[in-house]
């Protein structure tokens, strides 16, 4: 079983950078409206705010399913794949643990940050060649999801636990998806003005 993750050049890296791009800004543009939506849906967990809820990791899932679609064998896919499996199963566990209100919710969410945060780190990693344009926006969102997890899971189980933070979450991966999307861009563009 190889391990191994090919570096795309040429041709191969063009459409890799393409695809990417593509993922990351509608990635990054669907989470800045879901924050703008929860925002303001989410003074009670009723049924529209789990229903967002639940929505949040299933965009998650599906980003993961496009993304190893396009990804070819080896470590990296693997780890999309398991990202992929471990958003479905936090759509289902906060869709169970909105009935329970706001503390339920920021452990399930929590969790799924920190879990999630780790597989987005190593992506980043294995994808930090300078033809994908280092990573560095996915390298710092999948690290402050880790730690942001960790608080999450702090606070509700303080006095005052509120899911305010979650819109503030998805506003801020939303933003590092653009970045990346930006980055991968500016790096085509300055790859195809070297070959002209």
């Known amino acids: 079983m190889s391990t191994q993750t090919a570096t795309p050049t040429g041709r191969g890296a063009s459409g890799a950078r393409s695809s990417l791009f593509r993922l990351y800004l509608g990635r990054g543009i669907v989470a800045v409206a879901w924050a703008l939506a929860f925002a303001r849906a989410h003074d009670d967990v009723d049924a529209v705010a789990i229903t967002l809820l639940v929505v ?14 396009a990804t070819p064998e080896g470590s990296e896919r693997r780890v999309t794949a398991f990202n992929g499996m471990l958003s479905t199963l ?20 929590g969790a799924w940050a920190v879990i999630s945060g780790l597989a987005q780190l190593i992506v980043g990693l294995r994808r930090r060649g300078p033809e994908l344009g280092k ?18 899971n702090i606070q509700a189980v303080g ?6 933070v979650l819109s503030t979450y998805a506003t801020g991966g939303g933003v590092f998806f653009i970045a990346q ?4 861009g500016w790096k085509t563009r300055q790859l195809s003005a070297r070959t002209v």
Not at 58 to 67: N, P, Q, R, V
Not at 95 to 100: E, Q, T
Not at 159 to 164: E, V
Not at 181 to 184: H, I, T, V
């Open 56 to 69: 949040y990791p299933l965009i998650d899932a599906g980003s993961s399913l496009i993304d190893y679609r």
């Open 90 to 109: 936090a759509a289902i566990a906060v869709g169970i643990a909105g009935a329970g209100g706001e503390e339920p919710v920021l452990h399930v969410f």
């Open 135 to 152: 990573q560095w926006p996915t390298l710092i969102s999948g690290g402050l999801s880790f730690l942001v997890g960790i608080f999450y």
């Open 159 to 164: 006095d005052h636990p509120s899911l305010d």
């Open 181 to 184: 999307a930006l980055l991968l």
